[in-house]
């Protein structure tokens, strides 16, 4: 009688585990794109020194990707990378090069999932392509969900600064979700 109540007992404490690590899931993602957001839009002005992709934070957060600083980069991707780090999420370096991570979010891999446009939340990451050749050439994080076909962004590198943007949708090339698993 013993051996199956403690049975019982395992299986049911092994069920409730089991549901609170699901809905505390879908929760948690939410909480670190939050997170993430909020801390982006506080560096908003943040910028480079002159046109020249360097600066002390710029050049720290591609450190922290552990990259090799000079040379200076393109950093939206630095810029979005530090978002989900401040967030607690370490995502993959690949992450400075708005075309690879591309296709990371398109197979789902390194943290990143594709989904639909008309699906985007705040914290979901926006990928553009500003030049021919690429899959992307830049991102931005989604601040809102879109509305009346514009989504409000906050964005690194844009006019060699961070800056809350209103961009319309029909310019996103991809939207990914970060998993976290990377």
Same mark, same amino acid.
């Given at each position: 009688?013993?051996?199956?109540?403690? $049975?019982?007992? @395992?299986?049911?404490? #092994? !069920?409730?585990?089991?549901? /609170?690590?699901?809905?505390?899931?879908?929760? *948690?993602?939410?909480?670190?794109?939050?997170?993430?957001?909020?801390?982006?839009?506080?560096?908003?002005?943040?910028?480079?020194?002159?046109?020249?992709?360097?600066?002390?934070?710029?050049?720290?957060?591609?450190?922290?990707?552990?990259?090799?600083?000079?040379?200076?980069?393109?950093?939206?991707?630095?810029? $979005?990378?530090? @978002?989900?780090?401040? #967030? !607690?999420?370490?995502?993959? /370096?690949?992450?400075?090069?708005?075309?690879? *991570?591309?296709?990371?979010?398109?197979?789902?891999?390194?943290?990143?999932?594709?989904?639909?446009?008309?699906?985007?939340?705040?914290?979901?990451?926006?990928?553009?392509?500003?030049?021919?050749?690429?899959?992307?050439?830049?991102?931005?994080?989604?601040?809102?969900?879109?509305?009346?076909?514009?989504?409000?962004?906050?964005?690194?590198?844009?006019?060699?600064?961070?800056?809350?943007?209103?961009?319309?949708?029909?310019?996103?090339?991809?939207?990914?979700?970060?998993?976290?698993?990377?």
């Amino acid at each position: 009688m013993l051996a199956r109540l403690t $049975v019982a007992l @395992a299986v049911l404490v #092994a !069920g409730l585990t089991i549901a /609170s690590s699901t809905a505390g899931g879908a929760s *948690s993602s939410a909480s670190v794109r939050a997170q993430a957001v909020s801390w982006a839009e506080k560096q908003n002005g943040l910028a480079e020194a002159g046109k020249s992709n360097c600066g002390p934070q710029i050049d720290r957060w591609e450190r922290e990707m552990g990259l090799r600083v000079p040379p200076c980069r393109v950093w939206c991707g630095a810029f $979005v990378h530090q @978002a989900f780090r401040r #967030a !607690g999420v370490q995502l993959s /370096s690949r992450l400075i090069d708005p075309h690879r *991570s591309y296709k990371d979010a398109a197979a789902g891999r390194n943290g990143l999932r594709a989904i639909p446009i008309d699906k985007i939340q705040r914290g979901d990451i926006v990928f553009y392509t500003f030049r021919e050749g690429v899959l992307a050439s830049h991102f931005g994080i989604a601040r809102a969900r879109p509305s009346g076909a514009k989504l409000n962004t906050v964005e690194g590198n844009t006019s060699n600064a961070v800056r809350l943007e209103r961009r319309g949708t029909k310019f996103i090339v991809l939207a990914a979700r970060v998993t976290g698993d990377a």
